[in-house]
């Protein structure tokens, strides 16, 4: 079946620790998305990569890292410097060409809470 | 900068009521997504728009381009419970590859 992964579902990191959430997709997409969503808020663009190699900054990037080594894989790093990190997170991957150009598909989630 | 508004916010209604929400903009867009998010998922998408005056459906759902290009509207027709979720409005920042997203609209649905 084809789609987008994200494990853990749950995270609980201690305050000071880095910790990385994984992502994976087998769509054969291009671009992949890591999105923040606090509770009864929308979703804000953390980092974003359109080709292996390559990724830019969203709009809340600061406290976070990515990489993207291989087409469907996008892990995301929260380091220590995120100041306020517990918030559920989502991975998504879309198409650059063809129909459906834009059209953001996700992964189910994995919510970090920092105790 | 680019924004989109969706109202209401949130709405509590009887099973078997029609159900209305809509996302504006001062900022034409091109394409128009729609996307439901049930609690402690990711969002799915239900209907994509791609043309001002377009009307589709999904099911129970039909969703419109504003002629304008600067609004999107998606009903649900006869709703029930398994409605209940936050029903998300999208578009694309110019030719970014970036979507913006709407504040949602929270539906919830009285048995």
């Known amino acids: 079946d084809g789609g987008i992964t994200q494990s853990p579902k749950y995270l609980f990191r201690k305050e000071g620790q880095n910790v990385t959430l994984s992502c994976e997709q087998n769509?054969?997409?291009?671009?992949m998305y890591w999105y923040r969503q606090d509770p009864g808020q929308g979703l804000r663009l953390i980092y974003y990569?359109?080709?292996?190699?390559?990724?830019q900054k969203g709009d809340i990037a600061e406290g976070y890292s990515v990489s993207r080594e291989k087409k469907e894989s996008f892990p995301l790093t929260v380091t220590s410097a995120q100041k306020n990190p517990t918030a559920f997170y989502l991975c998504?991957?879309?198409?650059?060409?063809?129909?459906?150009?834009?059209?953001?598909?996700f992964g189910p989630g994995t919510r970090l809470t920092v105790l | 900068g680019q924004q989109l508004n969706q109202s209401p916010q949130s709405m509590f209604i009887q099973e078997g009521e029609d159900v209305s929400m809509n996302c504006t903009s001062s900022?034409?867009?091109?394409?128009w997504l729609w996307y439901k998010q049930e609690p402690g998922e990711g969002p799915v998408l239900l209907i994509a728009?791609?043309?001002?005056?377009e009307l589709t459906s999904n099911g129970r759902l039909t969703a419109q381009f504003g002629i304008t290009r600067k609004d999107s509207f998606l009903n649900i027709s006869a709703s029930i419970p398994s409605d209940v979720g936050i029903y998300f409005c999208?578009?694309?920042?110019?030719?970014?590859?970036?979507?913006?997203f709407g504040q949602g609209t929270t539906l919830q649905v009285k048995p």
């Open positions: 990569s359109q080709i292996v190699n390559d990724f």
């Open positions: 769509l054969n997409h291009d671009a």
């Open positions: 728009l791609y043309k001002a005056g």
């Open positions: 900022s034409i867009f091109n394409t």
């Open positions: 998504a991957s879309t198409s650059l060409s063809g129909s459906g150009y834009n059209e953001q598909f």
């Open positions: 999208a578009g694309p920042r110019s030719n970014t590859g970036k979507l913006i």
